[in-house]
């Protein structure tokens, strides 16, 4: 059952204190609301909320960033006119951490998001606003971007379903860059089910992203009644350390479940992705630090209002003004990994394990039909608990970024909560564009566990 606009403005009023839309324009949404009337296909009705580095054609675009807080996108992204194609609706822009760098949404320019779980607790970062809207039943679907964790973290965090396709799967067109390497645009929804109907739409060939491959798209919703993952691989020595205990027992759980199902469960080995973190540290900001170069306010974005005694002055000046401390914090790193003399010994080694992390996954896939893995280490923390403690927040992340790394895709799906109610996530991961794979392994464990919401 489709949430109507009417709906969706009264839960977005309800629902504002949870600060998880930045841009909601009725106006604009009552004439897409008639332009889409006319428009016949997959997505007729459904209403879809974007993450807010995700260009939509007169919408604020602003990453979350006080930098563009007030540029209005000329054009639309390609996964937003493939979109409007299918006769989805764009409901709006959520909120996200600035320029998609941080695990919480509280690095956002305008406000943290709260968890609709429980508004004490972060939804996750930094696609929380796509997230929190999709658990808040603001939006049927919702699209996030995922550069080391973005659209996985936040689903786990909040209790639904995150889609990290295959690198190259998805245009990325329109969508404002961290490091292009590594983002990917991907679906978060309430059912698998949604996940495969969405990515349906949206992946495919782009002429206008040079990255994006041409590999047939599958008939992801089509096949989710066709399960053939037989053997499942878990790296349990990942999970000797650092695991919260309720988010091990609920995946164990998860792992029985399907245990007693008929699938094979393998221990496997994924040596070299304990170095995870800090090759995606060294990789991400690198690529961020050039990446963010655009923005001097002399095209578009902030611009001091100081007079400047040379141009450098006038670029510091508007970048002090416009970005966060944790912006700066990862363009700082990223300048510094790429400097003179310290090239080979940080980047050029971390691209060398980078291809050691894509050997694993690949040679473990020889052997297991798809891998196993939590999404996060821990439930949801609490709004500014790990807000001053960058490394408390990277670490957040240790169960995803391989998979960024290596360009595989990756599913989060709920496999319970906490004694205080928090949830819980699992993640799926498979070889490239096995997107239907994990899809319906995904499915079937939603199945098994009695756990997709009726109605879907």
Not at 177 to 200: H, K, N, W, Y
Not at 437 to 454: N, P
């Amino acid at each position: 059952m489709s949430i109507s606009v009417s709906d969706f403005l009264t839960r977005y009023r309800e629902t504002r204190d949870l600060n998880i839309m930045l841009t909601v324009d009725e106006p604009w949404l009552e004439k897409h609301v008639c332009e889409q009337s006319s428009v016949k296909g997959p997505l007729s009705g459904k209403l879809i909320v974007i993450k807010d580095n995700i260009n939509v054609k007169g919408l604020l675009n602003t990453c979350g960033s006080a930098f563009l807080k007030n540029y209005i996108s000329p054009y639309d992204a390609t996964v937003v006119e493939r979109i409007k194609k299918a006769g989805g609706i764009i409901a709006g822009k959520a909120n996200q951490d600035e320029f998609a760098m941080g695990s919480s949404t509280e690095y956002s320019a305008f406000g943290p998001t709260k968890n609709p779980v429980n508004p004490e607790y972060v939804p996750g970062g930094s696609s929380g606003g796509s997230a929190a809207a999709v658990a808040a039943g603001l939006a049927d679907y919702a699209l996030g971007s995922d550069t080391g964790g973005s659209i996985r973290q936040p689903a786990g965090f909040c209790g639904v379903v995150g889609l990290k396709p295959t690198y190259g799967r998805v245009s990325r067109y329109g969508l404002t860059a961290f490091a292009s390497s590594l983002d990917q645009i991907g679906p978060i929804t309430r059912s698998v089910r949604q996940a495969a109907e969405l990515l349906q739409v949206i992946a495919g060939k782009d002429e206008r992203d040079a990255t994006s491959t041409d590999v047939e798209v599958d008939d992801y919703a089509g096949n989710l009644g066709n399960d053939n993952v037989r053997t499942l691989g878990v790296p349990f020595h990942l999970l000797r350390e650092g695991l919260h205990p309720e988010v091990k027992a609920r995946f164990e759980e998860a792992v029985a479940i399907l245990k007693k199902s008929g699938k094979e469960i393998r221990d496997i080995t994924l040596p070299h992705l304990s170095y995870s973190i800090a090759v995606y540290y060294i990789l991400a900001t690198a690529e961020a630090s050039s990446n963010l170069a655009r923005f001097d306010g002399v095209r578009y974005g902030v611009r001091s209002e100081n007079s400047a005694a040379s141009i450098d002055a006038f670029y510091s000046a508007n970048r002090e003004k416009g970005f966060g401390p944790e912006v700066k914090r990862r363009i700082m790193l990223g300048t510094y990994v790429l400097s003179s003399g310290y090239y080979d010994a940080y980047y050029g080694r971390a691209q060398k394990v980078r291809r050691l992390i894509y050997e694993d996954f690949q040679k473990a896939f020889r052997t297991v039909d798809a891998i196993l893995l939590p999404t996060c280490p821990t439930p949801a923390f609490k709004l500014g608990e790990n807000v001053n403690n960058p490394m408390a927040m990277y670490l957040s992340d240790i169960f995803t970024v391989s998979v960024n790394i290596a360009g595989i895709p990756g599913l989060s799906v709920p496999v319970g909560n906490t004694e205080e109610g928090l949830p819980v996530g699992m993640q799926i991961l498979g070889n490239l564009y096995e997107e239907s794979r994990i899809l319906q392994l995904g499915h079937a464990l939603e199945t098994l566990q009695g756990s997709a919401v009726a109605g879907l």
